[in-house]
């Protein structure tokens, strides 16, 4: 697979003009984000992983963009960035997919998800095995290899015609 570097320009939230940085290197996808970037470093809005809070607020697509690219470029940045950090096996991220868990502080995700998991029969994973014992959700940091379809996806986004102050 190939490896790259690019920033997009979506378009415009409330907030200003909204772009992210998209980068692909030894099968590793990191993706963050800005909105309304400052030439001083911070932003009238979001930054980091913004597909949280700015995808539903856009008003404005930069051309190229359009809310259906948007939600397939949101939905590839939640499921895809940081593939080299997954806490779950294969089995155990499909089900956590499937059947998300609530929590409440003082509580935590890892707890939920592991305790899901082990009422599931996947906690440890029988059919994962990692140094030839069941892979415990949360005891390694997994990769997930990203499919060809989705690099060829980010790759076809347009490139930002306008630059960003963090550029």
């Known amino acids: 697979m ?14 200003g003009n909204t772009f992210a940085k998209i980068v692909f290197n030894d099968n590793r996808l990191s993706i963050t984000g800005v909105e309304g970037p ?3 470093g911070n932003a009238a809005g979001s930054s980091g992983q913004i597909f ?3 995808v539903p607020t856009f008003k404005d697509f930069a ?18 960035h940081l593939n ?5 096996s294969p089995a155990q991220t499909a089900f956590l997919k499937a059947n998300p868990v609530t929590w409440k502080y003082p509580g935590s995700h890892y707890d939920s998800a592991s305790h899901a998991l082990q009422s599931a029969g996947l906690n440890p994973d029988p059919d994962y095995l990692r ?11 997994l990769s997930r290899d990203v499919p060809a379809d989705v690099i060829q ?12 102050a963090w550029i």
């Not at 948007?70 to 939905?75: D, I, R, S, T």
Request: include cysteine; charged fraction near 15%; aromatic fraction near 14%.
């Open 2 to 15: 190939s490896t790259f570097t690019k920033i997009v320009h979506i378009g415009r939230t409330a907030c």
């Open 153 to 164: 996806f980010l790759q076809s986004l347009p490139d930002a015609t306008v630059q960003p």
């Open 131 to 141: 140094n030839g014992k069941p892979y415990k959700y949360g005891s390694a940091w």
């Open 63 to 80: 051309p190229g963009w359009n809310a259906e690219k948007l939600a397939q470029f949101a939905a590839i940045w939640e499921d895809w």
């Open 52 to 54: 949280m809070t700015a």
């Open 38 to 40: 400052k030439a001083n």
């Open 84 to 88: 080299d950090m997954s806490a779950g």
